[in-house]
């Protein structure tokens, strides 16, 4: 648009009008016959289609000592998948919105946000019945998804995800050498679930919300021109899915009310910076990361 100015677009468009699942073999089928599939997943039809249409714009505006840069969003989904099992019909809408502001005064550098994103699904599943008896091999595959049987209906629900994340960082130069940084961010999750077919006269519906604050601090001292020597402590969060959520052990409705979120911990050293001749770079990492009880052992990585 200007010297100053810029808006870009993307969108992006897939339709797979079906796709096969192979599945698993066992190891002596897969070294005698690795193109077959096994008997039971072509019975069931295993397969899926999918229609999904993605796009976003985003403007960015850099001016002196401040950058400004937004982004808007949206997705829709249609998916019909087969399995082992069960037949999962979804419909999905996505959206949403992050605005990013940073700037650099003096020795100190800055940048504050926002996350804003909204999920809307329409699930359905029933009992896969597979396909008709004595038509497993003979149906062609564009036609398999028009076979496959519909048992009883096992779930019809409105499920809804609505999240928030304002973050913010401030990087400090001190000095010739050392660089001190401090990060933190709030996410916020609403999951909600209307039950629509309500099996048994048992609703299940319900609300699950999910938050934390992820504070991080890194430090870094320039021990020469060309290289680098630093430490940081991070945290992090993510939430289940809505599929991991709905896949209960006893197979109702609902949200799981027992899978929590991954809250994770990290703690990284390393070094990086380039050759004398600025021909070859190289970065060298070692880290221990812990999600909620479990540890992650101090692992190395480099290149």
């Known amino acids: ?71 808007v969003y949206g997705l829709t989904r249609a998916l019909y998948n087969p399995i082992p099992g069960r037949v999962i019909d979804l419909d999905r809408k996505a959206g949403g919105w992050r605005s990013v502001l940073s700037g650099d005064q003096a020795h100190v550098g800055w940048t504050i946000g926002l996350d804003v994103e909204a999920q809307r699904d329409t699930r359905r599943e029933f009992v896969n019945a597979g396909l008709p008896d004595g038509q497993v091999n003979t149906i062609e595959s564009p036609d398999v998804l028009k076979h496959v049987q519909l048992g ?48 048994g006269n048992v609703d299940v ?21 060309l290289m680098s020597v630093y430490a940081n402590v991070g ?27 991954e809250r994770m911990r990290s703690f990284e050293v390393g070094l990086k910076g380039f050759s004398s001749s600025g021909v070859v770079a190289y970065d060298v990492a070692g880290y221990v990361m812990t999600i909620r009880d479990m540890l992650i052992p101090f692992q190395v990585a480099g290149s």
């Open 235 to 261: 945290t992090a969060f993510q939430t289940p899915t809505t599929t991991e959520l709905g896949n209960q052990p006893n197979g109702v409705g609902g949200f799981n009310p027992n899978l929590e979120p």
């Open 1 to 71: 648009v200007s010297d100053r100015l810029s808006v870009m677009g993307v969108v992006h468009h897939v339709d797979s009008p079906f796709l096969l699942n192979p599945s698993s073999l066992n190891r002596a089928v897969a070294d005698s016959l690795p193109q077959s599939a096994r008997f039971f997943v072509r019975s069931q039809g295993a397969s899926k289609s999918v229609l999904q249409t993605q796009g976003g714009v985003t403007a960015r505006y850099v001016g002196e000592g401040v950058r400004a840069e937004t982004t």
């Open 152 to 199: 009883n209906q096992l779930q019809d629900q409105k499920e809804s995800v609505t999240s928030f994340g304002p973050f913010a960082h401030l990087g400090w130069k001190l000095g010739m050498r050392w660089i001190v940084s401090v990060g933190v961010r709030y996410d916020h999750f609403s999951f909600d679930v209307i039950d629509r077919l309500q099996a």
């Open 205 to 225: 519906s319900g609300t699950r919300s999910m938050g934390q604050w992820s504070p991080s601090l890194g430090v870094t001292f320039r021990a020469t021109d």
